[in-house]
Each structure stands twice: as C-alpha cells, then as structure tokens.
C-alpha cells in the first residue's frame, strides 16, 4: 500500500491491541515505549480503545488492559483460516521444490473451493485456478480426502446434496456402494489420486488434518503423460504428507502462542 494512503493512527491503535495482548497489564509508559510513540499519544489512544470497551483502566492507578470485547475482532476467523494462511508460504515453497502446482481447497457445500493456489508460480500448469474456484466435490481428489475423514453426520449430508444435485460430476454420489468403497481406500492409504479422460491432468490429494479434524485437503496437479504412479508415491506424496503434517505443527504452534 502507498504510505499516503495509510492510517497511522490505526496502524498504532492494532499495534497497542498486540502489545496489550501479549502482557497481561501495561502502563501508558510502557505502551508508549513499546509502540514507539509519546506518552501523550499512548495516553489518548488507550483512553480512546477504553472508551470503544477494548481496553479497561485499573482503577486509581493508569495501568490498562484488554477486555473479553477483543474476543469479537476474531469472530469471523476460524481454524480453517488460519491454516489457509500458515499454508500459504509453505505451499509456495513446496510447489517451487517440486515443480507440479499446488492448492488448497476447503469444503463449502457440496464444492470444494480453492484458498491457496500456486498456479500462477509455475508453468507446468495447464489450467491455472484462481482463488474460490469451486469444484464439485465429488469431482476433486480433496474432496474425496475430506469426505473420508469428516465425521459421518457432516458425510451425509454433503453427499446428500451431491445427489441432488443436477452437474454430471457429482454423480458418484448416485452409486453409493462404489463412492463407499473409494472413501475406504482413501482412509487406508492416506491420499487420493484420480485422473479424468476429460483432462490433460492428473490430481494426487491428501487430507489436511488439525490435530485430526479434517479441514480441506491439499492437491498437487501433473501432467498425465509425464507422470509414473510409482514416481507419483515415491517422489511426491511424501512430500505432500510432510507439508500438512507441518502446517498442523505451525498451528499448533501459533495456538499456544496465543
């Protein structure tokens, strides 16, 4: 962003909230050295964040801290959004390693949508996918991961509205003994790879599990012609297993942090 177009009151309010929220009290002075601004500053901005019921002031004394109204700015940021945003730098790194691009997908309905993408970062990609691109669920390897890791509840009811569901690529949903039998063997084998005569490529995915929840699932693309199956499980899986299994350790990590 351009440096004319930014708040700098805001940018010091967000910088007050993080130092507050990081110490259990603080003073004016403290807040003051800590954010980098005069006393006087820090003073009108902790009396303003009071006033709004951000932060309290101890009483008889000028010691302030945050109130639970704080709770309400992260109302709208679920654990999935955190894991889309811990994934991101990792999925770019693993898609400039391995060559193949790279997304995440989360389920929404009876699609499974993208939130992270490397597409654009590579020129083996065929077809380049924005960000909330929807594929039928049935229709894409992570939607299979998902499926088969979601509790059965939430699994009949995303399948229920597949099978309602007008597009051709949700037909899976209309054979059920056979759609059962692929969920199965993605939950013993960790990962699903399909390939559709319709397309060039080819999709390996894998389950995105935070500490056992599934969340989405992360899918790397090949062409269909230049990949082995052998190759697929000796050069590319693990590596795809190692990235979720990271981005799960980084969010644990940022938790407790917290």
Partial sequence: MDYR???KSLKKALRTLVFLNQRAEA?????????GIPRPTAYRLLETLAAEGYVERQDHCTIYR??????????GFSDSDMAVEIAKPLLR??????????ALATPFESEMVVRVTTDYDTPKAIDRYRVGFGVPILHAQTGYCYLAYCDED?????IGMAKQSPDPR????????????????????????????????????IPLLINGVP???????????????????????????NVAEQINN?????AFAR
């Fill in 66 to 75: 945050l109130t639970s109204l704080v709770k309400e700015l992260s109302c």
């Fill in 154 to 158: 939430e699994r009949e009811k995303i």
């Fill in 215 to 241: 969340i989405g699932g992360i899918v790397m693309r090949y062409i269909k012609s230049a990949m082995k199956f052998g190759q697929l499980q000796s050069d590319y899986l693990p590596e795809l297993r």
């Fill in 5 to 7: 177009q930014e708040v």
């Fill in 170 to 205: 949700q037909r899976m949903a209309r054979t059920r003994e056979r759609l059962d039998s692929l969920l199965n063997r993605v939950r013993e084998e960790g990962y699903c790879a399909r390939e559709y005569a319709a397309y060039r490529e080819g999709g390996v995915g």
């Fill in 93 to 102: 790194d693993l898609g400039k390693r391995l060559g193949w691009p790279i």
């Fill in 27 to 35: 003073t004016v002075t403290e807040v003051a050295n800590a954010v």
């Fill in 250 to 254: 980084n969010f644990n990590a940022r």
